[in-house]
T-cell receptor, first 113, second 114 residues
Framework: RKEVEQDPGPFNVPEGATVAFNCTYS??????FFWYRQDCRKEPKLLMS???SGNEDGRFTAQLNRASQYISLLIRDSKLSDSATYLC??????????????FGTGTLLAVQP | GAGVSQSPSNKVTEKGKDVELRCDPI?????LYWYRQSLGQGLEFLIY????????KSGLPSDRFSAERTGGSVSTLTIQRTQQEDSAVYLC????????????FGPGTRLTVL
């Protein structure tokens, strides 16, 4: 079983739609959680961190459920420019040493005009 | 300011040759990571450098892979006797230390082994 699992999609949605991505992680020792965005043939870039209390940044809302080991990302009022692959990411901290990112394989979003 | 830079952007090599990939992290970032992304696969951690500490090499897939970081700045990832399965995009990231600090990625080196 992969440490971080995501639905690969693609999610094809019309402009203005609300879309939700889900992600599960297997290691309960995971400590930090993020959503990264990766455009085609580009490097990943941080979209937002995910906190236990949930957090919102404009049209984007992230939620974390530690008990269920589940992370979500909600995008409201989708724009064409939101088309990308969304990567669910968790980290583990090895006794203060490595902070390596564990990536899901990503969910592809295609927003249609 | 300047972001993470990597060179070359593309590298085509023949099976069995050695290759060197370079990463220039953001100035001042003490943490440096190498990842690779194969077609249809997620990003895979390879190696981590933090300051003067011994690197975490736990993600290196074989002893053909090695990396150095000189002077706490520039890093070189070396792949010896390349194989076709080494074909991937190799991404470098840097950050301030700490698990909550954003990792900034370079544009990657696309390696093709023929």
């Amino acid at each position: 079983r992969k440490e971080v699992e995501q639905d690969p999609g693609p999610f094809n949605v019309p402009e203005g739609a609300t879309v939700a991505f889900n992600c599960t992680y297997s290691n309960s020792a995971s400590q930090s959680f993020f959503w990264y965005r990766q455009d085609c043939r580009k490097e990943p870039k941080l979209l937002m961190s995910v906190y236990s209390s949930g957090n919102e940044d404009g049209r984007f809302t992230a939620q974390l459920n530690r008990a269920s080991q589940y992370i979500s990302l909600l995008i409201r009022d989708s724009k064409l420019s939101d088309s990308a692959t969304y990567l669910c990411v968790v980290t583990k901290n090895y006794g203060g040493a490595t902070n390596k990112l564990i990536f899901g394989t990503g969910t592809l979003l295609a927003v249609q005009p | 300011g300047a972001g993470v830079s990597q060179s070359p952007s593309n590298k085509v090599t023949e099976k069995g040759k050695d290759v060197e990939l370079r990463c220039d992290p953001i100035s001042g970032h003490t943490a440096l990571y190498w990842y690779r992304q194969s077609l249809g696969q997620g990003l895979e951690f390879l190696i981590y450098f933090q300051g003067n500490s011994a690197p975490d090499k736990s993600g290196l897939p074989s002893d053909r892979f090695s990396a150095e970081r000189t002077g706490g700045s520039v890093s070189t990832l070396t792949i010896q006797r390349t194989q076709q399965e080494d074909s991937a995009v190799y991404l470098c990231a840097s950050s301030w230390p700490g698990q909550y600090n954003e990792q900034f990625f370079g544009p990657g080196t696309r390696l093709t082994v023929l």
